[in-house]
């Protein structure tokens, strides 16, 4: 979402969603935190469930729970039409053409270790071009795997160099490993661009979407992305489930990473053959109740009206932006145009972490330190950070209430 720059009169259109109604299917956000109504400004760590996600976790276990794809017996046979259908809900809900490049995992980190341990262009020495403001989960697994990661550097604003990104790009390496959207600046990335640079030279690309899923339509076919990635937490659904999205050709290429139950065809001591994609990638029992649960938060997530959702978020953001300048000592990190509901900032003189705590001893729940993305940290010289981040059943009144701390905090530490 675009915002006005701090000053100027914002484009943010007036909201039409019904807050308090949204804030009702929370159970959680009714509760407290030490003994003051609770604000929760930590979203892009994990979001909060709506009812409707918790009723069908607890639906499954209580009326659906059996092991799936080799009981014969009615139980089985439910549990097993509700995993599998939950692949074709996925695929429709990411624009993928078929449910079969729909690899269920724990969770974003899982997905990118999958392809960094499988994808067979991945071989130690090659090189992945990723960015500054990666996650430490897209990071990582590459190295892991041997590879080198070469960073698009970002902007003091806090936005990829895309002059710098095309060049990297241009060298060919053997992955384009780009975040959508920054869980620490909130920066959405120009994906289709990168796409289009990437596919010119016949560079793959695989996106990191866990913070994007939850704020606006994903659809991989007009991004023209290989492989992208999701944690169903981010997105209102359970923790310990995600996905990986990728191109068929490419998931036929891939060997399993994991062996086990379910990921087989046939197996001999002399040799055993492998299911096709998606079933060679899923070893073992899966988190069967968790795949329930993200297709719940999908089917929520749909019934809302995304627009009115969007522009809720936009005005918490221009508000929040707005507030937060006029605190003094306060430094907003993270400023690009197009951004998510993420509010990053430093407060001269106070340790983040230190802050944290008082903003908890008020009830207000954000996040100190690196955020998993300390080259990012390194790069603006800053060893942490204070995060808050935002969702639509956040309110204005929450934002007054984290300014008003924020200042009380500025004037303690002025002294
Ligand atoms: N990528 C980004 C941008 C994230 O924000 C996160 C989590 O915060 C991850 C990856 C890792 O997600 P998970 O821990 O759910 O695997």
């Not at 430490?136 to 070469?150: D, E, F, K």
Request: proline fraction near 6%.
């Amino acid at each position: 979402m675009t915002i006005a720059a701090v000053g100027e009169p914002s484009t943010v259109q007036p909201t039409t969603l019904d807050v308090d109604a949204l804030r009702a299917e929370f159970p959680i956000l009714a509760g407290s935190s030490r003994g003051k109504p609770l604000i929760y400004l930590d979203s892009a760590a994990t979001t909060q469930k709506p009812q409707a996600v918790l009723d069908a976790l607890s639906h499954f276990y209580a009326s659906a729970n059996a092991n799936i794809h080799r009981g014969v017996y009615e139980l089985s046979e439910r549990a097993t039409v509700a995993y599998d259908g939950a692949r074709v809900r996925v695929a429709q809900f990411i624009g993928a053409s078929n449910d079969s490049e729909v690899v269920f995992v724990r969770g974003t980190t899982e997905a990118i270790n999958l392809v960094a341990r499988s994808f067979p262009a991945i071989t130690p020495g090659c090189t992945v071009v990723v960015s500054e403001m990666e996650h430490h989960a897209n990071i990582v697994p590459w190295q892991l795997a041997g590879a080198r990661t070469v960073p698009i550097p970002v902007t003091d604003s806090g936005e990829l160099d895309m002059v710098a990104a095309e060049k990297l790009i241009g060298e060919r390496p053997a992955m384009l490993a780009v975040v959508h959207v920054s869980n620490a600046l909130g920066t959405v990335n120009p994906i289709a661009e990168l796409c289009r640079m990437a596919r010119a030279v016949d560079v793959p690309v695989l996106v990191d979407g866990a913070q994007a899923v939850g704020h606006f339509s994903v659809d991989v076919a007009a991004l023209g992305c290989d492989f992208y990635c999701y944690s169903a937490h981010k997105l209102y659904g359970p923790t310990g489930i995600g996905v990986l999205w990728a191109k068929a050709p490419h998931l036929a290429q891939m060997p399993p990473w994991q062996g086990g139950g379910d990921m087989i065809d046939t197996v001999s001591f002399e040799r055993t053959t492998f299911a096709p994609a998606p079933g060679k990638f899923e070893a073992g029992t899966p988190h069967i109740a968790g795949v329930i649960g993200m297709v719940a938060a999908i089917d929520w997530l749909e019934r809302q009206d995304r627009d009115a959702l969007h522009a809720h978020e936009a005005d918490l953001l221009a508000h929040g932006t707005e507030l937060l300048a006029s605190i003094p000592g306060l430094r907003l990190v993270g400023t690009a145009a197009d951004k998510i509901g993420v509010l990053t900032f430093t407060l001269s003189g106070v340790h983040p972490h230190d802050l944290a705590s008082l903003l908890d001893a008020d009830g207000i729940c954000v996040r100190a330190g690196h955020h998993c993305t300390q080259p990012l940290h390194r790069r603006l010289g800053l060893p942490a950070t204070t995060r808050a981040s935002l969702a639509p059943y956040n309110t204005r009144a929450e934002l007054d209430a984290l300014a008003g701390s924020l200042n009380h905090a500025a004037e303690l530490f002025a002294r």
